[in-house]
């Protein structure tokens, strides 16, 4: 779920849902904006980040069921016979291969779902930074953030 943003309660749909692009700095994406001239483009944009991260986190997430399952066929199949019958899917269509010729071929997926599981997260971290620097500049605060700031307002 997308944070509900507020900013002196005030909440706006985001403009736009962008796409996550991947090797994009955020940094790069604050400096080279104008400043936001309204609460409304200021809360937009917030939400905007907060999508992108959403959709870094969920493709990460798929990366690591795919290097799990990985693991778990590289681990079932190793101990196996290397001229044994194995089955591979390429592209949707089942091939017929032997242990040795699968198993480098799966090691190598799994090393390259690795690889691109680390860009990601490194870029999820990036993003993270980026969103949290705005929302600190502008003062912008969730819902649940400021339901908990009246909760410890009134038992004061």
Known sequence: DTPRCTMAALSAEPPNAGA???????DAEASAEPEPSSPE????????MRMEIKQL???????????NEHAL????ITPMEDDRKAFRLVNGVLVQNTKGEVLPR???N???IKNSLQLLEN????????????KTKYGIQTQQEREMMERAQSQA
């Not at 986190?57 to 290097?67: H, M, N, P, Q």
């Not at 066929?73 to 079932?76: A, D, K, L, R």
């Open 20 to 26: 996550v692009v991947p090797n994009a700095p955020a």
């Open 41 to 48: 483009e200021i809360v937009g944009r917030y939400k905007d």
């Open 57 to 67: 986190a969920e493709k990460i997430g798929e990366l690591e069921i795919d290097f």
């Open 73 to 76: 066929v590289i681990n079932t």
């Open 106 to 108: 799966v090691k190598e």
């Open 110 to 112: 799994q090393d390259m």
């Open 123 to 134: 870029q999820l971290r990036t993003k993270e930074k980026a969103a949290n620097i705005w």
